[in-house]
């Protein structure tokens, strides 16, 4: 199985900071790689499919890049409502596996 | 609205059987494929199977050693988990997912609320 590793697990930040979380893979997986935010009690939202594809709706403080083995997801100027959980998920091969996600919080 | 709204969580004892439930709305369900992913309490996120359009394609996490069955009746709308020989380990928030692809390479988008399933004696 491909494993993902976040970094850091946990960040804490500030309203209008510059944020960036890096996913690692344990294999190349092309750019099948996805990001979704989760807040408590809630389901998964997708935010960025194909590495770097911004699905509909979703503000473009959000980014992501990256392509094999290395990505990144960074939030150009964080807002309220973007403390939650992040996590990858690897599509490339099976089983599709989610890394263990990053935890941002207000400073 | 496309919508997705899981049903059939609860309480069973360890060794016992579960099906979970998943009503879809608001899209043309016959055409995507479909997954489930669990939560455990605290925890992150592990998927647990994939079921293509037609069903004629069928994946499993490893760790579900064949407990697990993922179906599917286009005809309804509906996705279907049956669980058995049901552990602890088992106990989580279950949550079906649509894929944005056919064959599941760009995540998935649409997600219902989850149920939640509890092992315990």
């Known amino acids: 199985d491909v494993q993902l590793t976040q970094s850091p697990s946990f960040l804490s930040a500030s309203v209008g900071d510059r944020v960036t979380v890096t996913c690692r893979a344990s294999?190349?997986?092309?750019?099948?790689l996805a990001w979704y935010q989760q807040k408590p009690g809630k389901a998964p939202k997708l935010l960025i499919s194909?590495?770097?594809t911004l699905q509909s709706g979703v503000p473009s403080r959000f980014s992501g890049s990256g392509s094999g083995t290395e990505f990144t997801l960074t939030i150009s100027s964080l807002q309220p409502e973007d403390f939650a959980i992040y996590y990858c998920?690897?599509?490339?091969?099976?089983?599709?596996?989610f890394g263990q996600g990053t935890r941002l919080e207000i400073k | 609205e496309v919508q997705l709204v899981e049903s059939g969580g609860g309480l069973v004892k360890p060794g016992g059987s579960l099906r979970l439930s998943c009503a879809a709305s608001?899209?043309?369900?016959?055409?995507?494929?479909m997954n489930w992913v669990r939560q455990a309490p605290g925890k992150g996120l592990e998927w647990v199977s994939f079921?293509?359009?037609?069903?004629?394609?069928?994946y499993y996490a490893d760790s579900l050693k064949g407990r697990f069955t993922i179906s599917r009746d286009n005809a309804k709308n509906s996705l279907y988990l049956q669980m058995s020989s049901l552990r602890a380990e088992d106990t989580a928030v279950y949550y079906c997912?649509?894929?944005?692809?056919?064959?599941?390479?760009?995540?998935?988008?649409?997600w219902g609320q989850g149920t939640t399933v509890t092992v315990s004696s």
């Open positions: 608001g899209f043309t369900f016959s055409s995507y494929s």
């Open positions: 194909a590495a770097s």
């Open positions: 294999q190349g997986v092309s750019n099948y």
């Open positions: 079921i293509s359009s037609t069903g004629a394609y069928i």
């Open positions: 997912a649509r894929d944005v692809d056919r064959v599941g390479m760009f995540g998935m988008d649409v």
């Open positions: 998920q690897q599509l490339n091969s099976y089983p599709p596996t």
